[in-house]
């Protein structure tokens, strides 16, 4: 046998080792990821318009400020594994679509909602954690107004040809606090009101403001957002 751990030990000194990460924790990054919001500041951030974010940094927190409008990252990715956390806020009078609603988009494109889903029906396929108006989750594992929760993404942009034609479409597997939601599933559209960006070229992460004229301020809470781009 002596043969076989000699060809072994050729094998391991030959294979490269993987990079060393140190994975972060609780409201820590991973030691490799792009941070776009640790909470001090919306430096990462802004308007459609390209003026500087409005929404607001309280106590490490990035609260929506609602009737400013989405905010987007200044900076462009394709595919990426993307962690964020919310936390909606006590809208007892509210329903539906107009309960704790707001979004992120991925490449600028492809919405996953975000919404108060806490005993709160709603068509499926625009409940939290859905690919909005394609994806329905697998199941509801939303927490309660005003605690916080977690959405991690593993997001794979679409493939497109050296003419620029789409080759495959995106996809993405979603975890809602831990549970699995979307499971690689395929993006075929972008949702409507996203940015006109080709799906061929990375875009921005973008945060949702769902302006309800009727219910002020919605006070939709962010934290810890970073970003890991993958190959
Ligand atoms: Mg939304």
Known sequence: MRWFWFVAAACMAQEAQPTVVNPGGEGKAPSDAIVLFDGSNVDEWVHKDKRPAEWTVSDGVLVCKSGTGDILTKRAFGSAQIHLEFSTPSMPEAKGQAKGNSGVYLQGRYEVQVLDSFENPTYANGSAAAVYGQHP????????????????????????????????????????????????????????????????????????????????????????????PLR
Do not use: M
């Not at 479409?169 to 831990?178: I, K, Q, R």
């Not at 499971?183 to 061929?200: A, L, Q, R």
């Open 137 to 228: 989750p697998l199941v509801n594992a939303s927490r309660p107004p005003g605690q916080w929760q977690s959405y991690d993404f593993v997001f794979r942009a679409p493939r497109c040809d050296a003419e620029g034609k789409l080759r495959r479409p995106a996809t993405l597997t979603l975890f809602h606090n831990g549970v699995l939601v979307q499971d690689h599933v395929s993006i075929t559209k972008n949702t409507p009101g996203s940015e006109e960006t080709s799906p061929c070229e990375p875009g921005p992460l973008l945060l949702q403001d769902h302006f309800h004229p009727e219910v002020k301020d919605t006070l939709l809470r962010f934290r810890n957002i970073w970003v890991r």
